[in-house]
């Protein structure tokens, strides 16, 4: 895994330089999916740089990526290791401009996330880690480990478009809040200690969350579905995640302060 960190980090940057490049367009190619998300000209990009890219890298694993068609769970079911990608999580913050928008590279083993990358295009900043390594982040040619914070005043990260109302009445303490767009770096947030907790209601898929768990879980957190049950990779037809919860430092004693709940 060490040796595929390096190469895949070179490769968030260099999708999130087709990103930028797209960027400051006046035509970004916006559109809408056949499941009404937002797809641009710099999504597209950004998974065309990935998947060409690890596919020189590695030829013999297999890719999942948000912005190409998924197999049938039978033709992938038995897979031992994979990519999973969303070249561009945050396509709705790309098109506000808002700078919060992130390319998430995750190498999945036995239906478990190993590696993770998050790059942050308009921060030119990095979040990886692999199973067992720790957690780290890399800005302006510094690097330093990343772990969440220790309890203090609980501080719940946002989203600058979701209504706060969504979330907040599942918590059952008073709470600061940090607004940020992007699922993957509202868990970075918590990863490096800037947040506590990010409760995710709403669809996302598999992709979202991918790399973001294994840079949260080497920093000291964990993320779980709503009801405190462990997130599936490639175990089932569809590829929709449950809402899900990230949360920071154990000794918040989560299943107290979060009533879990069902998607309605």
Known sequence: MQKLLEPCISLAIKAGEAIMAIYQNEDIGAREKSDHTPVT???????????????????????????????????????????????????????????????????????????????????????????????????????????????????????????????????????????????????????EGKADCFLRVGPTGEWDTGASQVIVEEAGGCITDAEFNPLTYNQREHTENPDFIVMGHPDWQWQKLITPHHRS
């Open 41 to 191: 000209a710099a999504d597209l990009a950004a998974n065309e740089v990935l998947t060409a890219g690890l596919k020189a890298l590695a030829p013999d694993i297999p890719i999942m990526s948000e912005e190409t068609p998924i197999p049938e769970l039978s033709l992938r079911e038995n897979w031992q290791r994979y990519w999973l990608l969303d070249p561009m999580d945050g396509t709705g913050e790309f098109i506000l401009q808002s700078g919060d928008f992130a390319v998430n590279i995750a190498l999945i083993e036995n239906n478990q996330p190993v590696l993770g990358v998050i790059y942050w295009p308009s921060k030119q900043t990095t979040y990886y880690a692999t199973k067992g390594q720790g957690a780290f982040k890399r800005s302006n040619e510094t690097q330093q480990q990343i772990s969440v914070a220790s309890p203090e005043n609980l501080t719940l990260a946002v989203s600058r478009r979701q209504k706060l109302e969504a979330v907040s009445q599942y918590l059952n303490s008073q709470f600061d809040t940090v607004a940020l767009g992007s699922c993957s770096l509202k868990a970075c947030m918590i990863a």
